[in-house]
Nanobody
Framework: QLHVAESGGGLVEPGGSLTLSCTAS????????IGWFRQAPGKEREGVGV????????YYKHSVKDRFTISRDSDKNTVSLQMNSLKPEDTAVYFC??????????????????????WGQGTQVTVSS
């Protein structure tokens, strides 16, 4: 069982930046991935981006790939989501998720919610003037 915790949400003006942080613990090897997801009111949870643990390959939702960047610390268990040029439509609760099974690039590129078994509590990001 993995333990996941995220932090760093808040209120930011349109065009501003915000960085979220996630720490996932309990991995037994370098397999698996850590992902960022978001859920806006009245909408389904959607994938924002994923980073594969063993090689650091990243996968992004098309609408954020030129604005958001996922990076990780050397321990491969702490991951950041740097969000730039934020828009009101980025407003949502952001979740970090982790899973110890490696599914492969084609699966991670799909940003499927069901690939991840362990989830954080979520952190609110509000983009408003």
């Amino acid at each position: 069982q993995l333990h996941v915790a995220e932090s760093g949400g808040g209120l930011v003006e349109p065009g501003g930046s915000l960085t979220l942080s996630c720490t996932a613990s309990g991995f037994t090897d370098e397999s698996g991935a850590i992902g960022w997801f978001r859920q806006a009111p009245g909408k389904e949870r959607e994938g924002v981006g994923v980073i594969a643990r063993w090689d650091g390959t990243t996968y992004y939702k098309h609408s954020v790939k030129d604005r958001f960047t996922i990076s990780r610390d050397s321990d491969k268990n702490t991951v950041s989501l740097q969000m730039n040029s934020l828009k009101p439509e980025d407003t949502a609760v952001y979740f970090c998720a982790a899973d110890g099974t490696y599914y492969g690039g084609s699966y991670y590129a799909s940003l499927r919610v069901d690939l991840f078994s362990s989830w954080g509590q979520g952190t609110q990001v509000t983009v408003s003037s």
